[in-house]
C-alpha cells in the first residue's frame, strides 16, 4: 500500500523573481524574464541571450565565508531550500531527522566555479586551485549542503539526468516517500550554467535561439517562428512529506503528488525520435503509477523547449497519450517566461504547476503568436486563463533520451 | 599597517571571527573553529597576499597565528 505523499513548502529562485511569489506574479502576468547576457562578456557569442536570476542577494542565506567557497548553483539551493521550509513551517526535530532526506538534482552542478578554477590552473599552476573547487563542482553538493543546514540525516541524492533532473528528483523523493523509506524530503533541481562553455556548448550544437535583438520573444514553445530554447538559471525545491505525517502536524498542503514515471528513448545523445515514443510511455506510466486515466488530467506543463524537434514531438506524444480527451486538454509551456532552467526546470515547473491546482490560474504559453502546422492542442497563448483544475502533469525530457513525468493533484482529504 | 596586523586582518576576513579571538597563541583547529580546508583556502590567501610560496611541509608545521607571522618574518615580509 503505496502511502500518500504531499507538498507543504515551496521555495525558488528563477529569472522571474527571486522568490515563489514573485516568480508566480510574473507568470500570472505573462513576464518574459529573458534578457542580454550579464554574466559574462558574449559580444563574440552567436546567443547573447539568456533567463539571469536578477538583484539575487545570497547575502540573506549564508554567511561571507560561504558565500566565497560555494558555486552559485549551491547558493541557489539554499536560498530556495530555506524559502521552502519557511513556508512548510518544518524544523526537522532529532528524533525525524534520520527519516528526513534531500533529493535536488542538477544538470551540470558547479560549473562556474569549475570554469574560473581552470583559469586559475593555466595561469598560476596547480598550488593555486581552491580546496573547495571539488565540493563546489560536484553536483551532488546541493543536496549535501541542504542536508548538513537542516540535519536531514536520511537518504541524499542527486539525479543527473540532463534537463530532467529535477523531475527525476521529485520522483525519486516521492518514491521514498511513498514506499516508506522516509517521512520528509527536500527535492528539486538547481542549475547555473549561463557560463562560456555551457553557452559556447550549447551554441554548438544548435540548440540556443539566436534572437538576441528580441530577447523577450526568444522563448516561444509551439510557434512556428521558434528556434530554439533560452537557457536560464535557477532553483526549485518542494518539501514533500508523508500525509499523516503533515497532517498531525498541522502543515498547510499545497497539493499532492499522484505518481511518477520514467523512461528511456533508446534512440539518440540529443534528439527524441519521431512522435517521441519514450514520452508516450513515459506520461502513460506516470497515469498508471497515479491510478487514473488520461481524461483525469486538466492541464499539461509541458516541457515545452521552444526547440523544432521538441516541441513537435511532444505534441505528437501528447496527443497519443490523451487520444479524444486532447481536445478539452489545457497545456502550456512556462519556459516561454522563465526559459529552459536545465536541471532546474523540474522543480520550478512542479511548483508553477502546483500553483495552478491550488489558484485555478493556468500559466499561458507567451510568444506563441502562430502555431506550428498540426500543433491544434490549447496552449494556453498569450495570456493565464482561470479554470478550476484538479490534476496536472508536468514533464520534462533530456538529452541522453531521458524523459520523466509527475503528476500532482490538488488536495482533497 | 604592521605585518600583524594584515595577518589578523586576512585571518578575520576568512575564518569569519573575533579581532579579540586572534590572540597569537590561538590555534586555527582548536581556537578558531577551522578545518583543514579553511586553513588551506587561509594560507593561499597569505600566499597572494604576500607574495610567498608555502611548501606542503612548511604548511604542516602552521598550526597557530604566532606560526604564519614567524614564518613570514623568516621570508623577511614587511607590509606598510
Known amino acids: 500500500m503505496k502511502r500518500r505523499v504531499v507538498i507543504t513548502g515551496m521555495g525558488a529562485v528563477t529569472p522571474l523573481g527571486n522568490s515563489v511569489a514573485e516568480t508566480w506574479a510574473g507568470i500570472c502576468a505573462g513576464r518574459s524574464g529573458i534578457g542580454p547576457i550579464t554574466k559574462f562578456d558574449a559580444s563574440d557569442f552567436e546567443t547573447r541571450i539568456a533567463g539571469e536570476l536578477q538583484n539575487f542577494d545570497p547575502i540573506a542565506y549564508v554567511g561571507k565565508k560561504e558565500l566565497r567557497?560555494?558555486?552559485?548553483?549551491?547558493?541557489?539551493?539554499?536560498?530556495?531550500?530555506?524559502?521552502?521550509?519557511?513556508?512548510?513551517?518544518?524544523?526537522?526535530?532529532?528524533?525525524?531527522?534520520?527519516?528526513?532526506?534531500?533529493?535536488?538534482?542538477?544538470?551540470?552542478?558547479?560549473?562556474?566555479?569549475?570554469?574560473?578554477?581552470?583559469?586559475?590552473?593555466?595561469?598560476?599552476?596547480?598550488?593555486?586551485?581552491?580546496?573547495?573547487?571539488?565540493?563546489?563542482?560536484?553536483?551532488?553538493?546541493?543536496?549535501?549542503?541542504?542536508?548538513?543546514?537542516?540535519?536531514?540525516?536520511?537518504?541524499?541524492?542527486?539525479?543527473?539526468?540532463?534537463?530532467?533532473?529535477?523531475?527525476?528528483?521529485?520522483?525519486?523523493?516521492?518514491?521514498?516517500?511513498?514506499?516508506?523509506?522516509?517521512?520528509?524530503?527536500?527535492?528539486?533541481?538547481?542549475?547555473?550554467?549561463?557560463?562560456?562553455?555551457?553557452?559556447?556548448?550549447?551554441?554548438?550544437?544548435?540548440?540556443?535561439?539566436?534572437?538576441?535583438?528580441?530577447?523577450?520573444?526568444?522563448?516561444?514553445?509551439?510557434?512556428?517562428?521558434?528556434?530554439?530554447?533560452?537557457?536560464?538559471?535557477?532553483?526549485?525545491?518542494?518539501?514533500?512529506?508523508?500525509?499523516?505525517?503533515?497532517?498531525?502536524?498541522?502543515?498547510?498542503?499545497?497539493?499532492?503528488?499522484?505518481?511518477?514515471?520514467?523512461?528511456?528513448?533508446?534512440?539518440?545523445?540529443?534528439?527524441p525520435p519521431p512522435g517521441h515514443e519514450g514520452a508516450v510511455r513515459c506520461m502513460q506510466a506516470a497515469l498508471q503509477d497515479a491510478g487514473i486515466g488520461p481524461s483525469d488530467v486538466d492541464y499539461v506543463n509541458a516541457h515545452g523547449t521552444s526547440t523544432p524537434l521538441n516541441d513537435r514531438y511532444e505534441v505528437e506524444a501528447i496527443k497519443t497519450v490523451f487520444g479524444t480527451s486532447a481536445g478539452r486538454l489545457l497545456v502550456s509551456s512556462t519556459k516561454s517566461m522563465t526559459g529552459h532552467l536545465l536541471g532546474a526546470t523540474g522543480g520550478v515547473e512542479a511548483i508553477l504547476t502546483a500553483k495552478a491546482l491550488e489558484s485555478g490560474i493556468i500559466p499561458p504559453t507567451i510568444n506563441l503568436e502562430t502555431p506550428d502546422s498540426g500543433f491544434d492542442l490549447d496552449f494556453v497563448p498569450l495570456s493565464a486563463r482561470k479554470s478550476d483544475i484538479r490534476i496536472a502533469m508536468s514533464n520534462t525530457f533530456g538529452f541522453g533520451g531521458v524523459n520523466a513525468t509527475i503528476i500532482l493533484a490538488k488536495y482533497f482529504e | 599597517m604592521t605585518l600583524e596586523e594584515k595577518v589578523l586582518e586576512i585571518i578575520v576576513e576568512q575564518l569569519e571571527v573575533t579581532k579579540e579571538e586572534c590572540v597569537p597563541e590561538a590555534f586555527f583547529i582548536d581556537d578558531l573553529g577551522a578545518d583543514s580546508l579553511d586553513l588551506a583556502e587561509l594560507l593561499l590567501e597569505m600566499e597572494d597576499t604576500f607574495d610567498v610560496e608555502i611548501s606542503t611541509e612548511e604548511l604542516k608545521k602552521i598550526r597557530k597565528i604566532q606560526d604564519v607571522i614567524d614564518f613570514l618574518k623568516a621570508r623577511n615580509v614587511t607590509w606598510d
Open chain 1, 69 to 271: 567557497r560555494l558555486d552559485p548553483f549551491i547558493l541557489y539551493c539554499l536560498a530556495s531550500a530555506e524559502m521552502a521550509a519557511a513556508d512548510a513551517e518544518l524544523t526537522l526535530k532529532d528524533s525525524q531527522a534520520h527519516r528526513a532526506g534531500v533529493v535536488i538534482g542538477s544538470a551540470i552542478g558547479g560549473l562556474t566555479t569549475l570554469e574560473k578554477q581552470k583559469e586559475i590552473l593555466l595561469r598560476s599552476g596547480p598550488r593555486k586551485i581552491s580546496p573547495f573547487t571539488v565540493p563546489s563542482v560536484l553536483s551532488n553538493l546541493g543536496a549535501g549542503n541542504v542536508s548538513i543546514r537542516f540535519g536531514a540525516r536520511g537518504p541524499i541524492g542527486c539525479p543527473v539526468t540532463a534537463c530532467a533532473s529535477g523531475t527525476t528528483a521529485l520522483g525519486d523523493a516521492f518514491r521514498l516517500i511513498a514506499s516508506g523509506y522516509a517521512d520528509v524530503v527536500f527535492a528539486g533541481g538547481a542549475d547555473a550554467a549561463i557560463t562560456p562553455m555551457a553557452v559556447a556548448g550549447f551554441t554548438a550544437m544548435g540548440a540556443l535561439s539566436r534572437r538576441n535583438d528580441e530577447p523577450r520573444k526568444a522563448s516561444r514553445p509551439f510557434d512556428l517562428d521558434r528556434d530554439g530554447f533560452v537557457i536560464g538559471e535557477g532553483c526549485g525545491i518542494l518539501i514533500l512529506e508523508e500525509l499523516d505525517g503533515a497532517r498531525a502536524r498541522g502543515a498547510r498542503i499545497h497539493g499532492e503528488i499522484l505518481g511518477y514515471g520514467t523512461t528511456g528513448d533508446a534512440f539518440h545523445l540529443a534528439v
